[in-house]
């Protein structure tokens, strides 16, 4: 069963720091690109980056810098490592398998997803 569960979020103050992971489970993330997505209330869900099969990222501009994407294929866990947190980054945040030429997913198979709420 196709399956991703994200974790790792919380409430932090702005200039914080996160680390979201994502537990893929019904397929390997070694062979497929992988995103990250978030969604703030009353706004339609937006990416934040991608990650390649061999590891290359990019990222939305808004994140650009702040964000790092990274992968255990090992354990077939997504990672997003959050620095210097606005509050603009409050949402709800997801992984599920991407475009790998385009911020945008490949499937719509999304998880529950996994809080995060970034303070003034």
């Known amino acids: 069963q196709v399956q991703q569960v994200e974790s790792g979020g919380g409430s932090v103050q702005a200039g914080g720091s996160l680390r979201l992971s994502c537990a893929a489970s019904?397929?390997?993330?070694?062979?497929?690109?992988m995103g990250w997505f978030r969604q703030a209330p009353g706004k339609e869900r937006e990416a934040v980056g991608i990650i390649g099969i061999l590891g290359s990222t990019r990222y939305a501009d808004s994140v650009k810098g702040r964000f790092a994407i990274s992968k255990d294929n090992a354990k077939n866990t997504l990672y997003l490592q959050m620095n210097s947190l606005k509050p603009e980054d409050t949402g709800m945040y997801y992984c599920?398998?991407?475009?790998?030429?385009?911020?945008?997913?490949?499937?719509?198979?999304w998880g529950q997803g996994t809080q995060v709420t970034v303070s003034s």
């Open positions: 019904g397929y390997s993330i070694s062979t497929i690109c």
């Open positions: 599920v398998r991407s475009s790998c030429g385009a911020l945008t997913p490949r499937f719509n198979d």
